[in-house]
């Protein structure tokens, strides 16, 4: 009897404690399916309306304090949404100097993708997963873009450091993946952040 309560209480332990760490273990299995996946060889422009032969490489430009452009400057109407070019998790939501109002995702290949000077944000928080298309903020000048026709900044940051993303975003737009279907609890939020 005794070896059976022991084995009883044992399992009610291990379901609690799968019950707290599931999302956790959920987090990690996905950031690791995430680093497997292959680096987008296209992306799509992450900010609605844009088209891609409006895009300019401002790749290396200079820029204050001797510092290179490490992104691509993409100049839409303040307000408009900026939208993830992958699916991902958010790492972080936050503020910086340069880019002001900032979200990172964590994407495919382990590749971090950053967007800045945000005018605000969307209902996006870190740890969040989201899928390509997600709606993360709206285009602005803040940082050290304050003055400038709002515009999102959009980089792309490799092992190896920043990456030119002007390349991915004009390629052939055949290239870009579909996203894979998203669990109904993630569409639903997403449905309800395209109706802002």
């Given at each position: 009897?005794?070896?059976?309560?022991?084995?009883?209480?044992?399992?009610v332990v291990l379901?609690?404690?799968?019950?707290?760490?599931?999302?956790?273990?959920?987090?990690?299995?996905?950031?690791?399916?995430?680093?497997?996946?292959?680096?987008?060889?296209?992306?799509?422009?992450?900010?609605?309306?844009?088209?891609?032969?409006?895009?300019?490489?401002?790749?290396?430009?200079?820029?204050?304090?001797?510092?290179?452009?490490?992104?691509?400057?993409i100049f839409a109407?303040?307000?408009?949404?900026?939208?993830?070019?992958?699916?991902?998790?958010?790492?972080?939501?936050?503020?910086?100097?340069?880019?002001?109002?900032?979200?990172?995702?964590?994407?495919?290949?382990?590749?971090?993708?950053?967007?800045?000077?945000?005018?605000?944000?969307?209902?996006?928080?870190?740890?969040?997963?989201?899928?390509?298309?997600?709606?993360?903020?709206?285009?602005?000048?803040?940082?050290?873009?304050?003055?400038?026709?709002?515009?999102?900044?959009?980089?792309?940051?490799?092992?190896?450091?920043?990456?030119?993303?002007?390349?991915?975003l004009k390629a052939?737009?055949?290239?870009?993946?579909?996203?894979?279907?998203?669990?109904?609890?993630?569409?639903?939020?997403?449905?309800?952040?395209?109706?802002?």
């Amino acid at each position: 009897m005794a070896a059976i309560l022991r084995t009883l209480v044992v399992a009610v332990v291990l379901v609690l404690a799968y019950g707290l760490l599931e999302p956790y273990i959920e987090r990690a299995l996905y950031t690791m399916r995430l680093a497997a996946m292959p680096k987008p060889l296209a992306l799509p422009v992450p900010v609605e309306g844009v088209r891609q032969r409006a895009l300019r490489d401002t790749w290396g430009g200079a820029r204050s304090e001797g510092r290179k452009h490490e992104g691509i400057d993409i100049f839409a109407k303040r307000g408009t949404p900026v939208v993830s070019s992958t699916e991902g998790i958010v790492s972080q939501v936050g503020t910086n100097r340069l880019g002001g109002l900032v979200v990172w995702v964590l994407g495919p290949g382990g590749q971090r993708h950053y967007y800045a000077h945000l005018d605000s944000y969307s209902d996006v928080e870190p740890g969040m997963r989201i899928e390509a298309g997600r709606v993360l903020g709206y285009v602005g000048d803040t940082g050290n873009a304050k003055g400038t026709p709002p515009h999102l900044h959009y980089g792309i940051y490799d092992t190896g450091g920043a990456i030119n993303p002007y390349p991915l975003l004009k390629a052939d737009p055949a290239l870009i993946e579909a996203p894979a279907a998203a669990p109904a609890t993630a569409s639903a939020t997403t449905s309800q952040s395209a109706a802002r």
